[in-house]
């Protein structure tokens, strides 16, 4: 069975995010001084063949902790769905 994963990677709230600092700063300059606190991270989807959701959520797992966000700066969430 083939399954969707959308990922979102994102900095840890601890660590400083230098892109949305920027784009924050950028906010005023447009005229928009009431968005705040932007964080930028990254959005990733993708298939996973699994005989199951549980066993997909498994390998999306092992996929994001071993690839696809660093542990140490990053975490990550995800949804899965059929495709």
């Keep these: 069975m083939i ?3 959308s990922i979102v990677v ?3 709230e601890a660590l400083l995010d230098p892109q ?3 784009v924050t ?3 005023k300059n447009i005229g928009l001084p009431e968005i ?4 930028i991270g ?3 989807t993708l298939t996973v063949d699994a005989e199951n959701a549980e ?7 092992e996929a994001c902790s ?3 966000a660093n542990p140490i700066m990053e975490y990550y969430r995800f949804t899965i769905e059929k495709a």
């Design 3 to 5: 399954f969707k994963a």
């Design 10 to 12: 994102m900095p840890l």
């Design 20 to 22: 949305g600092k920027a």
């Design 25 to 27: 700063g950028s906010m």
């Design 36 to 39: 705040q606190n932007v964080r």
């Design 42 to 44: 990254r959005h990733i």
């Design 55 to 61: 066993q997909a959520d498994a390998k999306v797992n």
């Design 66 to 68: 071993k690839l696809l």
